[in-house]
């Protein structure tokens, strides 16, 4: 026998998806899990920028501002996570991605060239602050901003923001091979040939999204032995008490390791059978248990999530957060043997958002701290991720106490550490990287 109530949800789905179909404007889906997490943060904190992503792209050569716009509005009309917004959908009351038929993305050209080289760069730091500092609209959208400058000495540069619920790191890289090759095909004036995805991001979504319960079991209880027995927090001395309800106000501090000391990384990598990755992570591990007094310290890693090679060319935002708790006794090879099989257990459940995750072990929450983990650690290694130039803003928000971002450049291991200034002052962050950099070398 039918219940009265999966009738009704039946039928109410019916006359959505009628409506939908009508609605020659956009069509709704369902928003990833990882979508519903960010989405969610903006709704209780709606002016927070932390998932704005900026980044400066300069330009190889000078560009006709109308070959600009051509190229971005093909890149846009290319990648449907760039024409998303987001709301509820009218009829079911659920939050919804809205994949719109067309989105005009405006790019605003600001002549910059004929000022003397300090003040043009002046104007162009002002301008990018604004840039990346003022808030989208979910629901109106568009989620991506951009912007060309003309500066002294022929140079070019593109002002690109965009909001994490359409795109991860991976997508940057997509986005800016794919904004590259059309940029080349207007200059010519020929329509750019970019890659065609086998599915969309919403496809992939909706696929997440009707998996069955037990799909997620074998994660949650790999979780569940992993960080048993785990400390809550991690009990860093701060400079202040944390604040129950934290601003997410945020410093940064930025240092590079030379050249000659990350061939030495890779090659005490490659001795090891590991990844620069794991090197970092083992020695982010030690300085943070001295610190703290723990031995077994949790901290998070980024995991890109595109096991499927139909995911490779899609723009989205795929990203999970994996869990990695580390057990600071043995020293040298054995904490680097430890933390290379960590890893390589946690990559195999990255499909897992961290969200679910945290829904699962209800930790017992500290004042104002991060669930789980309160450290990040990232390393960039997209094909072309030291091309862009992130811009320094005066202001930058932090989601975590510690986050720290490298990139390998050609100056060497860029690593970019954003910390919680309620909590830290800069002495301490300083001292604090400056002996992440001794215990790497």
Known sequence: MVDAFQLRDVRRERVSQLLRARNGRFRAFPMS???????????????????????????????DPA???????????????????????GLTFEPVQRIHTTMAVPVPHSDLSALPPGEADAAAA??????????????????????????????????????????????LHLLIRDLRAALDAARCGRPPALPAAPCAYHDWAAWQRGRPDQDWQPHLAFYRDLLRGVPPTLTLPTDRPRPAEPTQAGGRHVWTVPPRTLSALHERARRGGTTLYCLLLAALAVV?????????????????????????DVIGYFVTVGVVPITVTAPG???????HRLMVDVLSHQEMPFSMLVEDLAPRRSLGAHPIFQVMLALQNTPDAWETEQLQQPTVEAKFDLTFNAVEAPDGLRIDCVYATEIFDPATVVRLCDEFTRELT
């Open 33 to 63: 899990l990882q979508q519903r997490g960010i989405w969610f943060i903006q709704q209780l904190l709606p002016h927070t920028t932390a998932y704005l992503v900026p980044l400066t792209l300069p330009l190889p050569q000078r560009y």
């Open 67 to 89: 070959d600009v716009r051509r190229a971005f509005s093909a890149v846009v009309a290319h990648h449907p996570s760039l024409r998303t917004t987001f709301g509820f959908d």
């Open 126 to 171: 002002e301008l990018g602050h604004r840039h990346a500092t003022t808030p989208v609209d979910l629901e109106r959208g568009p989620l991506i901003r951009v912007r060309l400058l003309d500066l002294p000495a022929g140079r070019q540069r593109l002002l690109i923001t965009v909001h994490h619920l359409i795109a991860d790191g991976w997508s």
């Open 288 to 312: 943070l248990s001295r610190h703290s007094g723990q031995d077994r310290v949790v901290i998070g890693t980024p995991m890109a999530n595109r096991t499927h090679p139909d995911l490779q």
């Open 333 to 339: 090879a054995a904490l680097l043997g430890q933390v």
